[in-house]
DNA sequence: AGCAACGATCCTGTCTACAAGATTGTGCAA
DNA sequence: TTGCACAATCTTGTAGACAGGATCGTTGCT
């Protein structure tokens, strides 16, 4: 079934939707890059309805901007709106942080401090990166944590719309130990089942963030785009 | 132009999903329903095509359920559910709230003054359904002062999901008062330009509205549906 | 030489037909 | 009577073709 004749080298619609989704992500797709029907359809073995149905999709998912009659782009952000989808990340992310203080087992908080525990490591091992990638472990146990599926859901699309504009907060001087800090609050607060608190903290912890990607805007936006990583402090 | 002989009674793509997304809302659509293509087809005048494109983009919408090869049904959501969604907005319209209070115009501010006052007025003259409204615009005033389209645009898609659930609050027993004094904190904190006091104000506010809310909870479940309001209070 | 109208080309939006998958009902056997 | 297998039907998913709108280059006129 896997490679039978019947499809010689097509991949199926969901296939097609995720292909793209990826594409636009990594930067194979850049910004504003029109993407016409024929041409992706051509490239990715699938019919034409197929990438339809997937810029549909992506449309709705806001990473695609279509114009009637003129065709699909990838959609370009600007430094406002970015700024625009971290407040609402921020927003988002305190509310589930409230909610994991309420909601968390003592298994999930076990395991947020052993994310936590992780990261001081690594920041102690000046790696910065592995630093970074624990952030973004100990962010998703905290919202898995909260049980909360309709903030979980809009968290995931926010992230995805910024991934190319994900910067590394963490390589701000300074950062890194505030941000340890900021995170050990956090945490506290959800193991002591203290909603308020953490709901505090982690507005709080966001609220550094933004402006530290502030500090970052203008070296950003000197030597416009490439920082690719998928991860955020 | 109008009903040229090429569309003896059809209509266009944009109009049929507007259309579905109309049904789902009054209820036309109920939830749990089967939605078959070529039903739906017929009934709206248009090809398959049309409506299959309309049913993606409600699936998009959180409106509609897909599963492959068996069709799409429109969305049942659990009790549960709705409360997320009311979190996830009272955290939005917090942010609102502040980014309004930072970024009115004097226009802006005047104009949620006067609906203010409009509210006063429908509540002195026990006119609650007219009351309702008012605070439906003045929500609206308030998302559109702050200037904030990615979290206006979530908005919108969380009332758009919620619109069955609508219920009046503001027929909760000794609630007007309560809400219009809520209401009085919110526009004079934004007046004042203060962000944490408007942002706090909203957040009580929308808090107060969920355990409304969930004192007419068991009144809802009892007989199980119709509330087909527009307004929240 | 500059500008406007026209025409070719490209691309999207829509339609019809067909194929594959799922469900339901029926008949046969135990 | 109950359970299973098979077949008919219903519905979705995909393919290919066509028509309409938009863009761009060309030609003719001023």
């Keep these: 079934m896997g490679t039978s004749p019947r499809r010689p080298a097509g991949i199926s619609a969901e296939e097609a939707y995720e292909h793209l989704r990826q594409a636009i992500h990594n930067g194979e797709l850049g910004p504003n890059e029109r ?48 700024v625009e989808i971290l407040q609402v990340r921020a927003a988002l992310e305190a509310l589930t942080a409230r909610q994991a203080a309420l909601n968390a087992t003592d298994q999930e908080i076990a395991a947020i401090r052993r994310q936590l525990d992780q990261m001081t490591l690594k920041l102690k091992q ?50 890194p130990p505030k941000s340890l800090a900021e995170h050990t609050a956090i945490v506290e607060a959800i193991a002591d089942r203290d909603p308020d608190a953490a709901e505090i903290a982690m507005r709080q912890h966001l609220t550094s963030v933004v402006s530290a990607l502030d500090k970052t805007a203008t070296a950003i936006r000197r030597r416009f785009s490439p920082v690719d990583s998928t991860h955020a402090a």
């Excluded at 029907?37 to 992506?58: M, P």
């Excluded at 279509?66 to 065709?71: D, I, L």
């Excluded at 719309?161 to 963490?170: A, D, G, S």
């Design 126 to 175: 000046d790696d910065l990166l592995g630093y970074s990638e624990g952030n973004a472990k100990l962010h998703a146990a905290i919202i898995a944590a909260a049980r909360h599926g309709t903030a979980a859901q809009l968290i995931a699309g926010l992230r995805a719309q910024l991934v190319r504009f994900q910067f590394r907060t963490i390589l701000v001087a300074g950062r």
């Design 35 to 82: 993407l016409v029907e024929a041409t992706l359809a051509d490239r990715l073995q699938v019919t034409r309805g197929v990438v339809r149905t997937a810029l549909i999709r992506l449309t709705q998912d806001g990473l695609v901007v279509r114009t009637p009659n003129r065709g699909a782009h990838v959609r370009m952000f600007t430094e406002a709106e970015a």
